[in-house]
């Protein structure tokens, strides 16, 4: 066992260079980036530009008109021009949402009953003034939106794109980082992550991280291999380190094995036998000054099972002790590297408009309207259904991610790209960008991380939930995008997220106080009822079913990984467009409706290798299910009964089977079905407050009347828009009137689950 010792990295002993100034871009851009039409936007004679309050647009007329004048901003006069200014590849007319995009728009034969086969195309702009500092008088932002309109007939068609025009100046100068200068600003991210993100980065890399046992000296620049070392061989126990995750290539490149590990640590390695997504690495992490690279392939022995489990386990360890990750998003094979090819012209429009009252700052950066920077974007579609990504990417305290149009830096702290290398929070204050949520589960397995005042992850004066809601909330958040994942192995389905269950496990028992807290087959004991209420993303949205989980062991019918697809927790909030931290709220917590008795385990397993049945034993209430319809499809209207009053009553719900096998089955014989509520829970959504009642569907298993065996089928819901009905069917599932104190309701019936 290697000895635990303190990983911290100061990225250097200088202090950070300078990011970039106003004076290190060019003044305008917009000859290379920008069509003429888009050019003359910019350029146009000067007039007033009109107030918010006074304008309005007539699409009919194809103008922007204020309330006492009207005066045209036309774009494109022409369908063919705008077409061309796409092919030519002007920044404003290819984010532009026109339909149909580069065809004739083809006129009704016949509208509103009125025969024509007149048809035209024509675009617009549209300019207002969004903030403004009248005591500096500056314009601090503009929204621009160009519109395409086409009229056919008497029906008049429009889209349109917004954009913002931000100031240089003032707010965020660093703007498009040159394609030479990449390595510099990898540098820059780095320092600045190291040194001065004081509350979450900082105290991450402070963090006491198990070390790995090999890594791979890069050796300095101009050396033309690498080679092994192993770690008990490497005098400083806190030696700084970078990974890498990547996709698999084929043909395989070099990797370690027990018959060449002694030829690597000796000889090692030719650079240019390495893939070129390998070589960029290894040139960054000599440029940032960092001599140490682990990356799987060539650090763990790939033909040793015994090696695998050992490393697999501390897999967590190893990529959240590490300076940063880099992310080879774009690297699909051999030829492709972390660089995307870019020309001179730059990322986006740097304008100089000639408009009066325009205010001090004269130069603007054009910014489209909302920037995705979502896990799925960042990842890309070479890496974002890799099984063993989202572990590493979700551990990693920085990653360095190589997309195809360019580099992108997400921490605790902020998300910084090529674009915007300050960091988006900045330029897009107040008009949002997509986010992930990479950090929820590192504040889990560091909790000396304190986010500050202004993120919304805090816990209030009193809230005795708090912990429960976050671990549910970044749990059910990793299952729903790390499910629909897979792995070269189909057995690694649970190992490739064993390093976080390990430092979750620690969490737990820390925080919990609870020395056993149980993982099975990708759930925990602690809050399984939430865990349970998972429903197959298939049959939630599109309506198609995926097939059982087939591998060496056996994954229970009640856990999610026991499908071939991703998983859906509706009342898990998705991503949006916010910097913040979204914890759900804490007002009125879920009212659990059953209780787990236990769990017939080995015990805790970090790689979900167990190798019973894995039953469990729930108390709960259930009702007989019907079916509205013989023919069934993947989500199915039905029916519970239950008593009230002494009568029967029936209640709407929505089943959504898990997979195509248990579809099947229902069709060929819908009886013999249960639901059994698990939560009533508070949902706060744009049409109002609902209440959600939440449950899985069961079938029993064999003819035993004395083992009670059953199977999970499906997740059901049924949703109401009164807190009175949904008390009173509380009341009456419940068969006791509400605790006062929201404890678990007394139900008499027992059932076994495999």
């Known amino acids: 066992m290697q000895r635990i010792a303190s990983n911290r990295h100061s990225g250097g002993s200088r202090s950070p260079s300078p990011l970039l100034t106003f004076e290190d871009i060019a003044p305008s851009n917009a000859e290379t980036m920008l069509c003429s039409a888009c050019q003359r936007i910019f350029a146009q004679t000067p007039r007033p530009l009109a107030k918010y309050d006074r304008l309005w647009v007539d699409i009919a007329a194809n103008c922007y008109v204020p309330r006492e004048e009207a005066t045209r901003l036309p774009h494109h006069p022409t369908q063919q021009s705008f077409d061309q200014a796409v092919q030519d590849g002007c920044f404003i007319c290819t984010k532009v949402d026109v339909a149909p995009a580069g065809k004739p728009v083809k006129p009704s034969s016949s509208i509103m009953g009125i025969n024509s086969q007149r048809s035209y195309w024509q675009s617009l702009v549209k300019i207002i003034s969004m903030e403004t500092d009248e005591a500096h008088h500056a314009t601090l932002r503009y929204k621009v939106t160009v519109y395409n309109v086409c009229e056919i007939g008497e029906e008049v068609q429009g889209r349109a794109k917004s954009f913002f025009m931000v100031p240089v100046r003032g707010r965020k100068p660093e703007l498009n980082v040159p394609a030479n200068g990449r390595l510099s600003q990898i540098k820059k991210w780095m320092t600045a992550c190291c040194r001065h993100h004081e509350w979450g980065c900082v105290k991450y890399r402070r963090h006491e991280w198990a070390r790995p046992s090999r890594l791979i000296n890069v050796g300095p620049r101009g050396q033309d291999f690498v080679s092994l070392e192993l770690f008990e061989n490497i005098r400083d126990l806190d030696v700084p380190y970078i990974t890498m995750s990547h996709r698999w290539l084929e043909p395989r490149p070099p990797v370690l094995e027990r018959g060449n590990m002694a030829k690597l640590m000796r000889s090692g390695v030719s650079i240019s036998s390495l893939p070129r997504s390998y070589q960029d690495a290894i040139s960054i992490v000599r440029y940032v000054g960092i001599r140490y690279l682990w990356i799987d392939s060539l650090c763990i022995l790939q033909d040793s099972q015994e090696d695998f489990d050992k490393e697999a386990k501390r897999m967590g360890n190893i990529y959240a002790g590490g300076v940063f990750n880099i992310v080879a998003s774009n690297s699909g094979n051999w030829k492709t590297g972390l660089f995307s090819n870019r020309t001179d012209k730059g990322l986006i429009p740097i304008v100089q408009p000639s408009w009066p009252d325009i205010g001090n700052d004269k130069v603007f950066a054009i910014n489209p309207e909302g920037v995705d920077a979502s896990e799925r974007i960042l990842l890309g579609r070479h890496l974002y ?73 805090h816990k209030k004066q009193g809230d005795q939930t708090f912990e429960s809601r976050l671990f549910v909330y970044a749990w059910l958040k990793l299952v729903q995008i790390y499910s629909g994942s897979i792995t070269t192995q189909s057995d690694d389905k649970l190992v490739a997220i064993g390093g976080i269950v390990e430092l979750l496990r620690e969490w737990i028992c820390t925080t919990r106080c609870n020395p056993e807290p149980g993982y099975f087959s990708g759930m925990w004991r602690y809050c399984l009822l939430e865990q349970l209420t998972w429903c197959a993303y298939g049959s939630y949205r599109a309506n198609t079913l995926d097939c059982r989980w087939t591998g060496t062991y056996r994954i229970p019918t009640w856990s999610w990984a026991s499908i071939n697809g991703a998983v859906f927790y509706d009342h898990i909030t998705g991503e949006e467009y916010t910097h913040d931290w979204i914890l759900p709220g804490a007002s ?10 236990s769990l017939s385990t080995t015990g805790l397993d970090p790689l979900g290798r167990t190798s019973n049945r894995n039953i469990l034993k729930i108390q709960g209430a259930t009702f007989p299910v019907s079916f509205k319809t013989r023919e069934l499809d993947p989500m199915v209207w039905a029916d519970i009964e239950y008593n009230q009053s002494g009568s029967i009553k029936r209640l709407g719900i929505q089943i959504y089977f898990d997979c195509s096998e248990e579809l099947l089955e229902a069709e060929n014989d819908q009886s013999g079905y249960i639901a059994m509520p698990l939560l009533l829970q508070e949902s706060k959504q744009e049409r109002g407050l609902f209440l959600i009642l939440r449950g899985i569907v069961l079938h029993k298993i064999g003819d035993d009347e004395e083992m009670q065996l059953y199977k999970r089928c499906g997740y059901f819901d049924s949703r109401f828009t009164h807190w009175s009905r949904g008390e009173l069917i509380l009341n009456t599932i419940a068969k006791n009137p509400l605790v006062k104190d929201d404890s678990v309701y007394s139900v008499d019936d027992i059932y076994l689950i495999t």
């Open 385 to 457: 259904n890799r099984g063993w990504i989202h572990q590493e990417v979700h551990l990693a305290l920085s990653n360095l991610f190589c997309t195809e149009r360019q580099l992108w830096w997400a921490c605790l702290e902020g998300t910084c790209c090529e674009t915007y290398p300050g960091g988006l929070n900045e330029v897009f204050h107040g008009m949002g960008y997509r986010t992930s949520r990479l950090g929820i589960i590192r504040t889990l397995v560091v909790p000396e991380i304190n986010p500050p005042f202004w993120h919304k992850l």
């Open 588 to 597: 009125k917590p879920s009212k659990p409706l059953a209780k787990i008795l």
